[in-house]
Nanobody, 121 residues
Framework: QVQLVESGGGLVQAGGSLRLSCAASGTIFSIDPMAWYRQAPGKQRELVAAITSGGTTNYADSVKGRFTISRDNAKNTVYLQMNSLKPEDTAVYYC???????????????WGKGTLVTVSS
């Protein structure tokens, strides 16, 4: 049974910083990619940032220059460092991972339960 467990959300003032973590556990051969999505009230879930096992990253335009995604492959963990936070960053942040349990070509999609980030003005 594979699980993704997020931590690090909370309340912060505009201009502040938070660091999210997401650890994958269970029967894991490899993970590629890992990513963070977010969903604000009344809006669709959107990609925030993604990272491959080789370290290639991709960011939403709205967070470029403020957020940094990183991962520790040995720990099956992905991080999201969020700086210069804005009220519009307020959302539930979800961890995503495509996880391979063996050498096969097909992985399965897994999601964390989400962690709330609230940025006050």
């Amino acid at each position: 049974q594979v699980q993704l467990v997020e931590s690090g959300g909370g309340l912060v003032q505009a201009g502040g910083s938070l660091r999210l973590s997401c650890a994958a556990s269970g029967t894991i051969f490899s993970i590629d990619p890992m990513a963070w999505y977010r969903q604000a009230p009344g809006k669709q879930r959107e990609l925030v940032a993604a990272i491959t096992s080789g370290g290639t990253t991709n960011y939403a335009d709205s967070v470029k220059g403020r957020f940094t995604i990183s991962r520790d492959n040995a720990k099956n963990t992905v991080y999201l460092q969020m700086n210069s936070l804005k009220p519009e960053d307020t959302a539930v942040y979800y961890c995503y991972a495509e996880i391979y349990s063996d050498y096969g070509p097909y992985g399965l999609d897994y999601w964390g339960k989400g962690t709330l980030v609230t940025v006050s003005s």
